[in-house]
């Protein structure tokens, strides 16, 4: 490549992972070329709920969710048609839109020394002996040594996920509300879980009082409401009533609900003996963990922080980040990929929100083994 830039370390990717691992880089005394293709913040699919682990990630971080406003979260309500099973969540959650929360993640590794680059677009990679081969479009061809693939959802040419045998039909739709005072009262300070037929949905607050409404639904489902939000949220309303009474009237504050596709629920990236060591995926490039856990977030901020810690200490991409990563999340990733496929039709969401009612405990212990491990985080929060 002639006229090509040359790099030590590329990051694709301006995410939770990608910011989370060039700044933790950054403070290495490492600064690393950060391509993210939106020009500007914007809104993602996401429940926008903040574990405690993440939590723990973001203090690392320097990011502050008090000064950013978060929401607190210390409940977790799910309902199954007309009814209710409630319990404490293991820890005080937090509730922050992925405009605000990533953009403060970049903020902070621009101020570390990473080169952010906005509104670049990597369109495909390639792998040599020498490193990485960037085709970043009108940005000009780029070489890096290390490459840090944290594209999240988005899979870039030529550095595809492997994602057989994850769930793969399920559409996430996003859409935030202003709403009533009462409706705002009665769901302050709680999550709420809403099953319903091929799908759930997630309901809490997040800053500024707004409520953020996630949900996922399969294909098929979808289709069957002829492709319309408008009638497959009625339809959601009418099954659940609790829904109905959250949303009846609440303001709708963007145009159109956003949306995603063919999320690979369930995804663990394995390297191939061949794969390049100086490639480290990151985020929802290295597993996928069903949403209901609300634990994404934390694995991605992990394995930014992990490999950028292992890449500092001069450990190898495939080798010992990969396999690391793997043993880190692989169980969580397993449990609830099985617990999300058990949970899809009627009579199994009914076993299952019986066995939550009955058991309340049940629901804090599904929280607690889908939740990353303290001995992992330790290894990932520890500078070289
Ligand atoms: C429906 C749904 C609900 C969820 N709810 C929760 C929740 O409540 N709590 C939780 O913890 N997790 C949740 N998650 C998971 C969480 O959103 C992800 O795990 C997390 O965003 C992954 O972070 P990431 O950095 O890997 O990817 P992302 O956050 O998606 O970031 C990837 C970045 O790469 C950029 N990019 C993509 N392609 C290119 C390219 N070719 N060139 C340059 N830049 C590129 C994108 O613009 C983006 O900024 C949810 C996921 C879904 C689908």
Request: net charge positive.
């Amino acid at each position: 490549m002639s006229g090509c830039r040359a790099e030590a370390i590329v990051i694709v990717g301006g995410g939770l992972a990608g910011a989370a691992a060039a700044s933790v880089l950054g403070r290495g005394g490492r600064s690393a070329l950060l391509l993210e293709r939106d020009p500007e913040p914007r809104h993602k699919v996401c429940g926008e709920f903040l574990s405690v682990e993440a939590q723990t990630y973001l203090a690392h971080l320097g990011i502050d969710l008090d000064e950013l406003g978060a929401s607190r979260i210390s409940r977790l309500r799910i309902y199954h048609r007309g009814r209710q099973a409630v319990a404490d969540l293991p820890f005080t959650a937090r509730g922050l839109s992925r405009k605000v929360l990533d953009e403060a993640l970049l903020e902070k590794a621009a101020t570390l020394g990473a080169r952010v680059a906005r509104g670049v677009t990597v369109r495909s990679l390639t792998f040599d002996e020498t490193g990485a081969r960037i085709d970043a479009g009108s940005f000009g061809p780029i070489r890096a040594e290390t490459l840090f693939l944290a594209s999240g959802k988005h899979d870039v040419r030529g550095m595809k996920r492997a994602a057989s045998g994850s769930i793969n039909d399920l559409i996430g739709f996003k859409m935030h509300y202003r709403f009533s005072e009462e409706q705002h009262s009665a769901l302050e300070g709680a999550v709420e879980i809403v099953l319903f037929e091929l799908g759930y949905a997630g309901l809490q607050l997040i800053e500024g009082g707004i409520a953020n409404l996630c949900l996922v639904i399969t294909q098929e489902r979808f289709e069957q409401v002829g492709k319309r939000w408008e009638s497959m949220i009625d339809q959601i309303m009418h099954e659940c009533p609790s829904l109905a009474d959250r949303l009846g009237g609440a303001l709708a504050l963007f145009d159109k609900p956003l949306s995603i596709f063919q999320i690979p629920y369930g995804f663990v990236h394995r390297p191939a003996r061949s794969e390049p060591q100086g490639l480290f995926r990151l985020g929802d490039q290295i597993g996928v963990i069903p949403s209901f856990t609300g634990e994404g977030m934390s694995m991605a901020l992990h394995s930014g922080c992990l490999a950028a810690s292992i890449f500092l200490r001069g450990g190898r991409a495939s080798t010992d980040f990969h396999r690391q990563m793997s043993s880190d999340v692989q169980r969580q990733v397993r449990l609830a990929f099985l617990i999300n496929k058990a949970a899809r039709y009627g009579p199994s969401q009914t076993a299952v929100f019986h066995l939550c009612q009955t058991w309340p405990s049940l629901m804090q212990q599904v929280a607690t083994f889908t939740r990353l491990r303290e001995g992992s985080m330790q290894r990932a929060l520890a500078l070289p």
